[in-house]
């Protein structure tokens, strides 16, 4: 594994007080040099990179990998700031291309952090502490919680219980733990009502706005390589890039008080987009009994709010109808998994004029083996108002040259596993009333869900549909003219069996008698009628044509 400084893999020894810490007199903690970024290596070794090191390492790495996709994001969006704060970035469309093609490194960033004032980057400095307003410490002791309050995932709603316990429990994050969390909570955190008083600092203190990519999907281009990730996302700014926002308390940087309302604020420019300080925050750092350094107490309260325009600052948003006519980002649905919308990002590098999808559109393909040479990796958080439910996400491959392939695929995939999901329900229907004819209008649903194999064929129809999606990149590589028509009937087949077996599976609940009989004969016979509607003509084996 490499020798950077900042990298390590494996069990090392407790460290002793480093040097810093010993001349400060307190706390003091720099991911500039710590290990704090959980990455693969192109071998498939696994480690903790310092930012230096992420850096200057990044094409010898495959991936970052953290404990969830939004961790991921927020580390990736974090990534990205610093290459713009640097100048780490292609100054038009043209140099982005360059930039991809002949792999530019991007040590300039890693340089551009080692040059930077040590004070800017310390976790637990007390007056500009790195990702946090310093304002909020003086309510730490007397207000903060345990460190669930940080973690979304852990957090709930911010009063998930009634008595706060589980934010109370005294539950330790390492540092490098807790500044993942806290970057993930600039771009993700739910709205609500903090915990907090706003008599010292201004009642909107406790006014707490979604996350700039809560509601949305993200869509972050993969490459084969870390560093060919972040060059895939980078764009050209529309200027000279200023200050990254490194702690809310820096000098020469306005930031809105707590008096009143916060009026949205556009950014400034691309580093201060993608370090925005979505949440006040403040950590309280401690020396763990084994001699690592942890936070033990979290305050959170408002943050900044973004006015942003979706040309400028959405450039990897895909734009839907809502059901009542308005246009916004793809967003994240709890009846309808990321993958069914899978032709929309397609449709979007055919389409787009600018942004992401075009950039990806206008890159050459060179064949590098088997498989996409790029993915598009879309990430959502699912939550119930404000509470957080749980991450979706999904990866759809993209080869330069095969848009128009892959969104047919996509999209006629898409319509075939809704045409038989919708079959099973009306399968489930028809037994149902035949087992229940008298059932009570308010009992329908009830009686129709014990033979409704939908909620079983879902899952089972996702891993088909990336191998279709695969299989039509390995054929394009080839077949120019047709590559989707074959893998798309073998595609319908696989999940027509697939559906016939869950449809069985439900209705192996049946009464042994004629009751019974009658009904899983007669829903089969729905269900293979549906089957056979000129609106899919994949599952008859045919090619369609639209």
């Not at 991921?72 to 290459?83: D, G, M, N, Q």
């Not at 300039?108 to 400095?125: K, R, T």
């Not at 999606?469 to 999940?495: M, N």
Request: aromatic share 8%; net charge negative.
């Amino acid at each position: 594994m490499s020798c950077w400084p900042g990298s390590e893999s494996g069990s090392q020894a407790l460290p002793e007080v480093p040097t810093r810490e010993r001349v400060l007199g307190r706390p003091s903690w720099d991911p500039r040099s710590q290990p704090c970024i959980p990455t693969v290596a192109l071998d498939g070794a696994t480690a903790h990179h310092s930012l230096r090191a992420v850096f200057a390492e990044a094409d010898r790495l495959s991936a970052i990998s953290c404990a969830t996709p939004g961790e991921t994001v927020a580390v990736i969006e974090f990534l990205l700031a610093i290459c713009f704060a640097s100048g780490t970035c292609p100054a038009d469309a043209d140099e982005w291309r360059t930039w991809i093609t002949e792999a530019r490194a991007l040590d300039s960033a890693a340089e551009w952090l080692a040059a930077q004032p040590a004070d800017a980057w310390d976790l637990f400095h007390p007056e500009f502490p790195l990702g946090q307003n310093a304002l909020l410490r003086q309510d730490l002791d007397a207000h903060g919680t345990g460190t669930a309050q940080l973690v979304i995932e852990h957090t709930g709603d911010y009063s998930q219980l009634f008595d706060h316990h589980h934010l109370e429990r005294d539950d330790p994050l390492p540092a490098a733990d807790a500044f993942r969390a806290m970057l993930t909570q600039h771009v993700y955190a739910p709205s609500g009502r903090a915990r907090m008083s706003g008599e010292r600092l201004g009642a909107s203190v406790t006014n707490l706005s979604a996350g700039r990519l809560l509601g949305r999907v993200r869509v972050v281009a993969l490459g084969r390589t870390l560093g060919e990730t972040l060059r895939l996302n980078l764009y050209p700014p529309e200027g000279p890039s200023g200050p990254l926002n490194t702690s809310w308390t820096t000098a020469g940087i306005e930031r809105r008080t707590f008096e009143a309302k916060a009026k949205p604020r556009a950014p400034r420019d691309a580093a201060d987009l993608h370090s925005a300080l979505g949440r006040s925050i403040a950590l309280r750092p401690k020396r763990a009994p084994g001699g690592q350094l942890v936070v033990d107490r979290v305050l959170i309260g408002a943050g900044e709010v973004l006015a942003l325009d979706p040309e400028r600052h959405l450039q990897d948003a895909v734009f839907r109808q809502t059901t009542n006519g308005l246009s916004k980002p793809l967003w994240p649905s709890h009846t309808r998994a990321l993958w069914q919308d899978a032709h929309a990002l397609y449709g979007a590098v055919r389409e787009a004029g600018s942004g992401l999808y075009a950039r990806l559109r206008s890159l050459p393909y060179t064949r590098r083996g088997p498989g996409a040479p790029y993915q598009m990796w879309a990430v959502g958080l699912l939550a119930n108002k404000s509470l957080p439910v749980a991450w979706t996400q999904g990866t759809y491959p993209y080869a330069p040259g095969l848009a128009r392939h892959l969104h047919h695929a996509s999209y006629r995939g898409s319509v075939v596993a809704e045409h038989v999901a919708d079959s099973l329900k009306r399968a489930a229907i028809v037994a149902a009333e035949i087992v229940y004819p008298a059932a009570h209008a308010t009992d329908e649903g009830g009686k129709v869900a014990r033979f409704d194999a939908r909620w079983t064929f879902w899952p089972a129809a996702a891993q088909p549909f990336y191998e279709l999606l695969d299989e039509v990149v390995e054929r394009g590589a080839f077949d120019d003219d047709d590559p989707v028509s074959e893998p798309l009937i073998e595609y319908a087949r696989t999940l027509l069996a697939s559906a016939r077996t869950h449809l069985g599976n439900c209705l192996d609940s049946l009464p042994p008698n004629d009751r019974g009989h009658r009904a899983r004969a007669r829903a089969e016979q729905r269900f293979e009628k549906d089957m056979n509607h000129q609106k899919v003509p994949e599952l008859r084996g045919e090619i369609a044509h639209d």
